[in-house]
């Protein structure tokens, strides 16, 4: 028998105070639903709720790529005095008197009159990318992912249990039982470990609300959209796991920073892969289009707009490197405590330049280990090319990394190569090295593979040359440090919302 249950999803995903949400939903057997609207950070506010007749709706074969096409059962209003923020849509039905819950999401972008000065932009494109309702994720098969669609279970939501981060807290446990199986007891997507609100940006913003920070939110596709936004703002923030970026988003970002505005990438895997955002619906675009390793296939490949390509930023067909803006890549890092890779590392850094105004208050000193206490070092890490001098780690510059930006503290981390991998290559496929090193020097023999063999998280930071700050934390898992109470991750992360927002 069908699990039967209610999915939705809203639409826009992203609106202004005083606009309209469609939300669009499919009941099964056309049960009523109860809809709970509320802002959650620090804590759940309830803003609006409503039982809503809804209607049992097939989900179309090319869903993931098209779109659900529902209509809309009901419209919600944003309230002009609804703060900027996350707003979680619970939805409920009963069957035979047991609950049956899921959930979708809004964004309520800032008023223009917001006194905030620290801006949040969610990584949407990348819970996008990840999200397999309907079958086809980015991962197994996909090269357009439709943002008109339910998420699937575990993006928006997740219980508490062993398992719950995809990585490995509590080494010498080498394994993914613990996270495969709490996937599987929760019913939850098996790529659901990798993206979400719960996963970072949940965390990180109940910390900083807890803590005093006024913090607005926004969308990725806000960055494309309303530009203007982050103009007004003196901060701008990447939190987790923000691994598909625009053209446009860039743009933005760039010339954010360029002009003297700051940014804080705590987030690791950052703008690896290129992204177009295309088929605009009320004003927002519908469908996020990336090829990845089938970048061949891609109508741009070729052409004049081979710039546009959706394969990796760093991709020598592209030439627009992610370091340029993070002062890092994923290419020059990898993994650290997940599937075979670093599983018993320390989960911390190691502390190269403790005079840093970062590590002020914290009592760090050279050598010492920083985070390990909550893992804030895991799952993806970003890195750059670097030598070292006189024992301290320099960037070589040779892969776009700006010629400011100077390395605080490290942790290694390595890529997934055929042996290693979670869920290894078919044989007529490369291994994920193998392709990263073939994009990036047009070759992935073993020379090559061995230049990104050895990679690391990085703790850096550059200012440009307009006198904007931008700092990395190199790793996906920094907000955890914040959730686990490390004091030191606390203090590190306070400095610099404190200095630069």
């Known amino acids: 028998m069908a699990f039967e249950t209610v999915y939705g999803y809203c639409w ?30 620090a804590e759940r506010t309830v803003v609006w709720s409503e039982t809503v007749e809804a209607q049992d709706h097939p989900t179309p074969l090319e869903a993931s790529a098209i779109g659900c096409g529902w209509p809309a059962a009901n419209t919600i209003t944003a309230g002009e005095d609804w703060v900027s923020g996350y707003y979680e849509v619970l939805l409920a039905i009963d069957v035979d008197g047991k609950n049956r819950q899921s959930h979708a999401f809004f ?32 991962y197994n098969g996909g090269t357009h992912s439709s943002l008109q669609r339910p998420m699937a279970r575990g993006y928006l939501f997740k219980p508490e249990g062993a398992g719950r981060r995809v990585t ?13 199986g709490y996937i599987r007891m929760n019913r939850l997507s098996p790529w659901a470990g990798s993206a979400g609100w719960p996963d970072w940006e949940w ?44 053209g446009p988003m860039r743009d933005t970002v760039e010339a954010f920073a360029a002009k003297g505005g700051n940014v804080a990438f705590f987030s690791g895997n950052t703008a690896l892969w290129q992204v177009r955002l295309e088929e605009e619906d009320q004003g927002s675009a519908s469908v996020m289009v990336g090829y990845k390793g089938r970048f061949k296939d891609d109508p741009v490949y070729g052409t004049d707009r081979v710039g546009e390509l959706t394969t990796i930023w760093s991709d020598h067909l592209v030439g627009r490197s992610e370091n340029s803006m ?3 890549s994923f290419t020059r890092g990898g993994y650290h405590r997940i599937g075979k890779r670093v599983t018993n590392g320390a989960g911390g850094y190691t502390v190269y330049r403790p005079d840093h ?30 030598t070292t001098i006189d024992g301290l780690p320099h960037p070589t510059h040779s892969d776009g990394t700006p010629e400011t930006f100077e390395i605080l503290a490290m942790a290694p981390a390595a890529h997934f190569t055929r042996t290693t991998a979670a869920r290894p290559p078919k044989p007529s496929e490369p291994s994920e090295i193998e392709f990263l090193a ?17 990679g690391q998280a990085m703790l850096g930071s550059y200012t440009t040359p307009g006198g904007g700050t931008v700092i990395t934390s190199g790793s996906t898992d920094w907000a955890h440090g914040l959730a686990g109470r490390d004091s030191q991750i606390e203090q590190i992360t306070a400095n610099i919302l404190d200095r630069l927002g």
């Open 357 to 386: 105004w970062m590590f002020e208050g914290t009592g760090v000193d050279y050598g010492d280990v920083l985070g390990a206490k909550a893992t804030a070092v895991g799952y993806e890490c970003d890195g750059c090319d670097y």
């Open 12 to 41: 826009p995903q992203s609106v202004a105070p005083g606009a309209s949400i469609g939300l669009h939903l499919s009941s099964a057997k056309g049960r009523p639903v109860k809809v709970e609207v509320a802002r959650v950070g």
């Open 168 to 180: 490995t807290t509590n080494p010498p446990d080498r394994d993914m039982n613990t996270h495969v």
């Open 203 to 246: 965390p990180f913003l109940a910390w900083a609300e807890q803590n005093g920070y006024g913090i607005d939110v926004i969308t990725n596709s806000d960055l494309q959209e309303h530009p203007s936004i982050i103009d007004r703002y003196n901060l701008v923030l990447s939190v987790g796991h923000d691994e598909y970026w625009s």
């Open 438 to 454: 073939n994009r990036l020097f047009g070759t992935r023999d073993e020379a090559a593979v061995q230049r990104i063999a050895a």
């Open 326 to 328: 993070t002062g890092v």
């Open 107 to 138: 964004v309520v972008r800032p008023e223009a009159g917001s006194t905030n000065k620290i801006l949040l932009q969610l990584a949407t494109n990348t819970w996008h990318a990840y999200n397999d309702f309907g079958g086809r994720n980015l």
